[in-house]
């Protein structure tokens, strides 16, 4: 008996043991999942935290929401910035996967999008070329993105499409369009891909609305019926403050039960001046 007493406390030591070991190191798992997921959301805050360029005639506003587990970051963004010709660049982008791979590449992608429209700035030609870039990289992941190019002295918007989310184009006669123009692959799959700019004149006043799929998609909530419910939402709303009007479009993104990221991108345009005069 009293050696079978020794055999049971020996063996409760040796399981106490390797439950501590197992601990430990689920705890040194865990500080480093903290830590990726840390460095990506800084890396996003850095690309999200350029202010977005001002213009008479177009105010643009953007939101962004991460995902509700809170591990999900780093692959949604935008970004707008002036070009050499004068005009001003939009860009709304979705890097595959959640991590610190895809906030990196976030960050890698929006620098391409800078320099390449400092040559050249129409949307297709721009995506393009980014394209090359990205598959010489062989980073091993791609891009879904819409790139815009709005001309204050023409008040044109030109934009091209990578796999993305199609945009939402509402105008204050009550007119709405989900814009389903051509597109291309994503960025970064095939070298030589080729992509199709559509130009529109900015007319009266309107909202030109691109978002994320993780606004308008969730685990049983169709894309199609995301789109529709912020086409509704455009409806009428056109003469909404731009920044009000982001931060109502977000909140589609709650009534899908999303697990991804989402990002929101507000171009509103006309009437501005009016508006901010009778303000005063």
């Known amino acids: 008996m009293p050696h079978r007493r020794t055999d049971s406390a020996s063996g409760t030591a040796e399981l106490l043991n390797t439950l501590g070991d197992l601990t430990g190191r689920i705890l040194d798992l865990i500080k480093v999942q903290q830590a990726r997921v840390e460095l ?8 999200l935290a350029a202010e977005l360029p001002v213009l008479p005639y177009l105010h643009a506003a953007g939101r962004y929401a991460p995902a509700r587990d809170g591990l999900d970051i780093g692959g949604d963004w935008y970004d707008g910035f002036l070009m050499p010709d004068g005009s001003v660049g939009f860009v709304i982008g979705d ?12 960050g890698q ?10 040559a050249t700035t129409d949307p297709a030609e721009v995506l393009r070329r980014t394209n090359d870039l990205l598959v010489a990289m062989d980073c091993g992941l791609f891009v879904t993105c819409s790139f815009l190019r709005f001309d204050p002295a023409t008040s044109e918007l030109a934009d091209a499409r990578a796999g993305h989310v199609p945009a939402v184009w509402a105008t204050a006669d009550g007119c709405c369009d989900i814009v389903l123009n051509d597109g291309g692959l994503p960025l970064g799959i095939q070298a ?6 559509t130009r529109r004149p900015l007319t009266g006043v309107g909202a030109f609305v691109l978002l994320t799929d993780g606004v308008v998609e969730g685990p049983s909530y169709p894309i199609d019926k995301g789109l529709e419910q912020v086409a509704d939402l455009l409806v009428g709303a056109c003469r909404t403050d731009p920044e009000e009007l982001a931060a109502q479009v977000i909140k589609v993104a709650d009534l ?3 697990s991804d990221d989402a990002a929101v991108l507000v171009l509103r345009y006309g009437g501005l001046q009016e508006q ?5």
């Not at 990506?40 to 690309?47: C, G, I, K, P, T």
């Not at 992608?109 to 400092?118: P, Q």
């Not at 030589?192 to 700019?197: A, P």
């Open 95 to 106: 890097v595959q996967g959640h991590d610190v791979e895809a906030a990196a590449l976030m």
């Open 109 to 118: 992608v929006r620098t391409c999008l800078r320099a390449v429209a400092t």
């Open 256 to 258: 899908t039960g999303h």
């Open 192 to 197: 030589g891909e080729s992509y199709r700019s």
């Open 40 to 47: 990506a959301a800084a890396l996003q805050r850095q690309v």
């Open 276 to 280: 901010r005069q009778g303000e005063r």
